[in-house]
């Protein structure tokens, strides 16, 4: 099974087809690839409200159920890689150098 097209969308980085999903856990959007992989470690699945939910396929919950697809995160498998420097959370700024403190005896 595929997502439905009008899910599709493509990667800022490389271009590649891909649909945002929410995480069935915290509900945060996270991009898969838009073709299904049976090497995939997520199901995704549309749920009542239109939207595409995904969830980790581990070793307590390994099996697709009807509905679902298997996939992989797109940041598993896209080629351009973020660039130094920027980081995707945290908050923290960059820091330009060490702070000088006097030496004690």
């Known amino acids: 099974m595929k997502p439905a097209r009008?899910?599709?969308?493509?990667?800022?980085?490389?271009?590649a087809p891909i649909v945002w999903c929410l995480t069935s856990a915290n509900g945060k959007k996270q991009p898969v690839n838009y073709?299904?992989?049976?090497?995939?470690?997520?199901a995704v699945m549309q749920g009542a409200d239109g939207?595409?939910?995904v969830r980790a396929v581990t070793a307590a919950r390994p099996e697709i159920r009807p509905g679902e697809w298997q996939a992989k995160p797109h940041q598993a498998t896209c080629p351009v890689?973020?660039?130094?420097?920027r980081s995707s959370g945290g908050g923290q700024r960059a820091t330009s150098g060490v702070r000088p403190v006097p030496w004690q005896r």
């Open 6 to 15: 009008h899910h599709l969308a493509k990667c800022k980085r490389c271009s």
């Open 35 to 42: 073709e299904p992989d049976e090497t995939g470690n997520v």
């Open 51 to 53: 939207k595409l939910y």
């Open 81 to 85: 890689r973020p660039l130094p420097g």
